[in-house]
């Protein structure tokens, strides 16, 4: 089974609508992350949370909220989904006590029309 | 904030060897990673270098100056599946957990 899971693994919707894409994990890290990953851009970090009480904005947030409800659980919303958000989108987990080494889950392509 | 350079893309045969450069200016040195990206899947850890030198893991060795703030990720023996995506990647800051990642070396390895 997989460490690091992503719902839903592909989303087409419509500008305005609002989305919520969802990250699990069984590697009972406590840090985890939302990326966004455009063509010849690289990974862009959006929101990064190091426990449940702890929530931080990344890079590239506006547009963007979170939940973590969980230790393995986080969530990352469109509050009102552009064309410009189109994108493949990862979550990660990583472990302090080692190298911070991030695991990433298997993505989300979103494509918003 | 972190500054990555990378070739964007490499071309190389099958069976030989190929060295992907990344260059980086850091205001906190704690690590540099490499990850591997397929098309489409989630980039997968490589490798991570604390201390300057070269290691060693199997097919693949990844090698850092910190005193040049570069490294270099060494394939050999290249297969048709080592066609992929290479990020670089390095701490955001001083004893940062977030990374900051270079934008990739899309390598095609050709027969």
């Known amino acids: 089974d997989a460490d690091v899971t992503q719902t839903p693994r592909n989303r087409i919707t419509k500008t305005g609508k609002r989305i919520m894409l969802e990250c699990s994990q069984t590697?009972?890290?406590?840090?985890m992350y939302w990326y966004r990953q455009d063509p010849g851009l690289g990974l862009q970090l959006i929101y990064y949370?190091?426990?449940?009480?702890?929530?931080n904005k990344g890079e590239i947030s506006d547009g963007y909220s979170v939940s973590r409800q969980a230790q393995a659980k986080f969530s990352l919303s469109l509050e009102s989904a552009i064309p410009n958000q189109t994108a493949l989108y990862f979550c990660?987990?990583?472990?302090?006590?080692?190298?911070?080494?991030?695991?990433f889950g298997p993505g989300t392509r979103l494509t918003v029309l | 904030g972190q500054n990555i350079d990378q070739p964007t893309e490499m071309t190389a045969t099958e069976g030989a060897i190929v060295q992907i450069n990344c260059t980086y200016q850091?205001?906190?040195?704690?690590?540099l990673f490499w990850y591997q990206q397929h098309a489409g899947e989630a980039p997968t850890f490589l490798s991570y270098?604390?201390?300057?030198g070269l290691e060693e893991k199997g097919r693949f060795s990844s090698f850092l100056s910190r005193s040049k703030g570069y490294s270099y990720l060494l394939l050999k023996e290249l297969q048709m599946k080592d066609s992929a995506s290479y990020l670089c990647a390095v701490p955001s800051g001083a004893g940062s957990y977030q990374l900051t990642f270079g934008k990739g070396t899309k390598l095609s390895v050709i027969p």
């Open positions: 949370s190091f426990d449940v009480k702890d929530i």
């Open positions: 270098n604390v201390l300057d």
């Open positions: 850091t205001s906190g040195f704690n690590g």
């Open positions: 990660a987990t990583s472990d302090p006590t080692g190298s911070n080494e991030q695991f």
């Open positions: 590697k009972g890290h406590d840090r």
